[in-house]
């Protein structure tokens, strides 16, 4: 079962940053959160992932509380292209890869 | 990036027919790779998880007989749904993990729709 919880869905102009929250409270110090997300249609696709810093790459940030319960994934200048499901998931690094999917957040992005 | 490929990336079938979907690896070899299907408006669910030369693990609630998995080969894996129905129809991912480093990301193929009439 998934263990993360996420808004169903969330609107956001275009140009403006997007933050997408995510909460884990059941994370066990093993486990890293990943986010994908998926445009209408096809693979998802990685955006980022951490374990308990702060991790910032070329599509996002994602910030993670420091008691590791919650996190945010920020998308800092949103396009309509981003519009998409975005899908938090914790998994212990290296276990077998298995990602479970919740049900993930419907961005859209309006101009 | 990784590129994995689905083939084909849409099929339509009779009820009762067998339908073979292959999930390649272009650009690394895949030590494990993962099917998961989504029916509409709904999340991905994973089906099962195959290591190369191995026989796959199968989630519990997916019939290993019905959905057979292969992975022969560490950049091709394929999925045969055997004697497909209505119900089969759904959007098929596959997904795989470079074995060799960056294992943190599984790359994601684009998908195949099946529909079974």
């Known amino acids: ?111 | 990036g990784a590129v994995v490929s689905q083939h084909p990336s849409w099929v339509i079938c009779k009820s009762g027919t067998s339908v073979k979907i292959e999930c390649r690896s272009l650009d690394f070899q895949a030590t494990t790779m993962f099917w998961y299907r989504q029916f509409p408006k709904q999340s991905l669910m994973l089906m099962a998880t195959s290591n190369e030369g191995s026989k796959a693990t199968y989630e519990q609630g997916v019939e290993k007989d019905k959905f057979l998995i292969n992975h022969a080969s560490l950049t091709l894996s394929t999925l045969t749904v055997t004697s497909a129905h209505p119900e089969d129809s759904s959007f098929y991912i596959c997904s795989a993990r470079d074995g060799r480093g960056r294992t943190y990301e599984q790359f994601f193929g684009p998908g195949t729709r099946l529909t079974v009439l």
């Not at chain 1, 994370?27 to 249609?41: F, K, L, M, P």
């Not at chain 1, 309509?80 to 298995?98: E, F």
Request: proline share 5%; hydrophobic share 30%; charged share 20%.
């Open chain 1, 1 to 111: 079962d998934a263990k993360t919880t996420q808004p169903p869905s969330m609107d956001c102009a275009e140009g403006r940053a997007a933050n997408l929250p995510c909460n884990h409270s059941t994370i066990s110090g093993n486990e890293y959160v990943y986010w994908y997300r998926q445009i209408h249609s096809q693979g998802p696709q990685y955006i980022i992932h951490g374990l308990k810093n702060n991790e910032t790459n070329e599509m996002a940030s994602l910030i993670i509380t420091e008691d590791r319960k919650s996190s945010t994934l920020i998308l800092p200048h949103a396009t309509l292209r981003d519009t998409a499901v975005y899908y938090c998931i914790v998994r212990v690094y290296n276990q077998g890869g298995k990602l479970i999917f919740g049900q993930g957040t419907e961005l859209s992005v309006k101009p």
